[in-house]
């Protein structure tokens, strides 16, 4: 049975979220996944989803938003979120 798990970040780091979500990571830990020599292990399969971002990357994309919004400006504003099943 698939168990679906809820995970927020506060975190300013898109750049790291970003990665979380396209390689694998401890599911304990949290840390990435690396092959024998070292490298990050992409995941299977994952969805990366944002609005009005053109060609941006995901990083700059959230931090734009964040401005026009005058979302997520304190240290303490979650910054993002993660659903997924394990």
Same mark, same amino acid.
């Given at each position: 049975?698939a ?10 780091? $898109? #750049?790291?979220?970003?990665? $979380? ?11 990435? +996944? ?11 399969d $994952? ?7 053109? #060609? ?12 026009? $919004? #005058? ?5 303490e ?7 997924? +099943?394990?």
């Amino acid at each position: 049975m698939a168990t679906f798990k809820h995970i927020s970040s506060k975190n300013a780091d $898109y #750049g790291a979220a970003e990665q $979380y979500l396209t390689f694998e990571h401890d599911e304990f830990t949290m840390k990435p +996944t690396l092959d024998e020599n070292g490298r990050l292990i992409p995941r299977d399969d $994952y969805r990366i989803s944002s609005l009005n971002c053109g #060609g941006e990357d995901f990083a700059i994309a959230c931090m734009r938003s964040n401005l026009k $919004y #005058g979302k997520n400006q304190k240290r303490e504003d979650v910054k993002s979120h993660h659903f997924g +099943t394990f």
